[in-house]
């Protein structure tokens, strides 16, 4: 084993030491799950919130290779109907609009859009674009009212890591372990306790491939700029079938599984 090795088989040996710490060396299970439960009550309370984000989603090829896609964007969410999300990444560069009635994708870059009628709430929008056209809202999980509840669902272990500095902002490291998918999350100290950074490992997968969405610029209430919801469809883009609107999703097409790619 050369220096290397050894130095890195230390510094695991290190870290699972101190994973294994007695209780009372960390902060709590009970402890950890009220810092969540600040979180997911803070962000229901708030009635129109802005932020930008940095989000990567790694890739595993059929040669064990990991791939890390980055894109960024910004969610703008006005409750309880109103959403709109922007992505721009190497692939595509892509607007979503809800009006609470009717939930609109456009590829900026291809000058197609497709809508599709979903009337309701944010909520119901994230399940219908997770669930039924397959087309998940980035942090969609963050932006449910009942956020504690639909985080620790099926989750089998929590851990409180101590403090974590995400952005300059001092923040609560968070860890939990469900059947299929480890996640962390980071959320500020103080008195506006907001996500600040959220990762999710696919656990059971090999090579344990990771998202994760780091987010800044938040803004709340009276400092969020009033929008229009609505589809104004400037640039005279052709409406097509959702299935034939290309490169929407962070993974892109051509980025499939099987076949070696």
């Not at 040996?13 to 439960?37: I, Q």
């Not at 800044?216 to 700029?225: H, L």
């Amino acid at each position: 084993m050369n220096s290397k090795d050894t130095t890195l088989l230390a510094a695991k040996l290190a870290l699972a030491l101190g994973l294994m710490a007695p209780p009372g060396a960390m902060a709590g299970e009970a402890e950890a799950k009220n810092l969540l439960k600040a979180m997911s009550d803070y962000l229901a309370s708030q009635k129109a919130i802005s932020f930008t984000y940095d989000s990567n989603l790694e890739v595993v090829t059929g040669e064990h290779q990991k791939l890390l896609l980055a894109s960024s964007g910004k969610i703008e969410l006005g409750r309880p109907d109103k959403l709109r999300a922007t992505r721009s990444g190497g692939f595509a560069n892509v607007e979503m609009v809800f009006d609470g009635k009717t939930v609109t994708i456009f590829g900026k870059d291809t000058n197609l859009y497709t809508q599709v009628e979903v009337p309701g709430t944010v909520e119901n929008l994230v399940d219908e674009m997770r669930e039924k056209l397959r087309k998940p809202v980035p942090g969609a999980d963050l932006l449910l009212p009942d956020a504690y509840d639909s985080l620790l669902e099926g989750v089998t272990d929590v851990k409180d890591l101590g403090s974590g500095v995400i952005g300059g902002v001092e923040c609560d490291h968070l860890a939990f372990r469900a059947k299929d998918v480890d996640w962390q999350i980071w959320i500020a100290q103080g008195d506006t306790p907001r996500p600040c950074r959220y990762v999710i490992t696919a656990s059971q997968i090999d090579e344990a491939p990771q998202y994760s969405i780091q987010i800044s610029d938040w803004k709340t209430s009276v400092d969020v700029a009033a929008q229009d919801y609505s589809f104004a469809n400037a640039t005279g883009a052709k409406r097509v079938d959702i299935k034939d609107l290309a490169n929407i999703d962070e993974l892109p097409d051509h980025l499939t599984m099987g076949d070696g790619k």
